[in-house]
C-alpha cells in the first residue's frame, strides 16, 4: 500500500471526476491521500472531500501566494478547521519567492502563524518552498527554538544542505514526481541520502505528472512512478519502499488506514 501524502483533489481539475480518480488511486494500491487546503475555501472543499470519502483526510492552511488577499476571518476558519478530527494537518504555508504575488513579510507572517498552530494543535504543518530555502530554514529554525519541529517538506527539490538541516530538526521530506525526471540525477540521489523513517511519497496532483505520464493531468494513482523511483535510487524494492513511507505518514499524519 501507498499513501498520496499531498493532493489537492479540490481542484478543478478533478470536477466531475474525483469519484473515479479515487477508484483509480485504489485500484492502483493507494491506501490514502492527504488533500491539501490552500485558502480558506479550498481548505472547507477539502475538509467536505475528507467526510465523504473515507480514503481522504484533509489540510487545512493558507498558501503563501493566497495569503496576500487573506483576511482575519480566513485564518479564523484556519484555526476552527484545524480542530476538527478529519483534519490531520496545517498547511500548506511556507515560503515563496518564484511567484511575486505576497510581499515576502506577509508571507513569513502567515508562516509562523501555520507554525505556531501546528504547535498548538499537535498536527503536522506542510512546507511550500520555492526558491526560498534560506527564508525557510531562517523561519524553521526559529520555530526549533521551541522545540523539534513535526512538519513535511513537501516535494522536496532542494539541496543536500537544507535536506540534512531539516531532518536535523525532526522534519520528513516528501517527494513527488520531480525525481522522476530524466535530469534531475542530483535529487536521486539526494534521496538515497534520507533516513528511511523521514521519508514520504507524494503526487502534489493535479501538478508535477511523474514519467512516464509528463505533461498531462496529475493523480495519485501515479504516486507508485515516483515510489518506484524512490526505490530504485535507493537500492531497494518497491515494497519495501511502499511498507516504510506508509508507516511513515500513518505515523505522522496519525492515520488508522
Not at 126 to 147: F, K, Q, S
Not at 164 to 171: F, N, P, S, T, V
Request: proline share 4%; net charge negative.
Amino acid at each position: 500500500m501507498l499513501i498520496d501524502t499531498h493532493a489537492h483533489l479540490d481542484e478543478d481539475a478533478f470536477t466531475g471526476d474525483l469519484a473515479g480518480t479515487l477508484e483509480r488511486a485504489r485500484d492502483a494500491g493507494v491506501g490514502a491521500i492527504v488533500t491539501i487546503g490552500t485558502t480558506a475555501a479550498s481548505s472547507r472543499r477539502t475538509l467536505e472531500i475528507a467526510q465523504q470519502f473515507p480514503m481522504a483526510v484533509a489540510a487545512a492552511g493558507v498558501h503563501p501566494n493566497y495569503a496576500a488577499v487573506a483576511t482575519d476571518d480566513d485564518w479564523s476558519a484556519i484555526e476552527a478547521l484545524s480542530a476538527h478530527p478529519r483534519v490531520k494537518a496545517i498547511g500548506e504555508t511556507g515560503l515563496d519567492r518564484y511567484w511575486d504575488h505576497t510581499p515576502i513579510e506577509v508571507q513569513v507572517d502567515w508562516f509562523r502563524r501555520h507554525l505556531a498552530l501546528s504547535r498548538r494543535s499537535g498536527k503536522p504543518f506542510i512546507v511550500h518552498c520555492r526558491d526560498a530555502e534560506a527564508d525557510v530554514l531562517a523561519e524553521l529554525t526559529r520555530a526549533y527554538a521551541e522545540g523539534p519541529l513535526n512538519g513535511v517538506m513537501h516535494s522536496f527539490c532542494g539541496s543536500l544542505a537544507t535536506a540534512a538541516r531539516c531532518l536535523d530538526m525532526g522534519m520528513h521530506l516528501s517527494f513527488a514526481g520531480m525525481l522522476t525526471y530524466k535530469k534531475n540525477e542530483d535529487l536521486r540521489a539526494l534521496s538515497a541520502t534520507v533516513p528511511l523513517d523521514r521519508l514520504l511519497v507524494e503526487t502534489d496532483a493535479p501538478y508535477l505528472s511523474p514519467a512516464p505520464h509528463r505533461g498531462k493531468r496529475n493523480e495519485p494513482a501515479f504516486v507508485k512512478f515516483t515510489a518506484q523511483c524512490l526505490a530504485e535510487a535507493r537500492g531497494m524494492t518497491l515494497s519495501d519502499i511502499a511498507d516504510a513511507t506508509t508507516a511513515n505518514a500513518k505515523r505522522l499524519f496519525q492515520l488508522e488506514t
